[in-house]
């Protein structure tokens, strides 16, 4: 059984595609591990003023994380699947 469910939806008035992960109803997973491993990895949630883009969204209190690059959900089903 998969850990996670995720999709992929084009960003409202945007050409940008975010995916977002959860792991709702799967009690194995640790939230804050995951929380930290994106820290760790794309920087701070939300906007980044100095990239003028946003690399990710920490929703983790809903069990779910969002992704703003496509190729970043690649990178978590490595390291997290």
């Given at each position: 059984m998969n850990k996670f469910t995720?999709?992929?939806e084009q960003y409202f008035g945007s050409k940008k595609k975010i995916c977002t992960i959860s792991w709702k109803g799967h009690g194995?997973?640790?939230s804050e591990e995951i929380r930290n491993w994106c820290i760790a990895n794309f920087g701070k949630s939300g906007y980044q003023e100095e990239i003028d883009d946003s690399l990710w969204i920490d929703n983790i209190e809903k069990d779910e994380i969002m992704l703003c690059r496509e190729e970043y959900?690649?990178?978590?089903?490595l390291r997290w699947e």
């Open positions: 995720y999709r992929t194995e997973v640790n959900l690649t990178l978590f089903l």
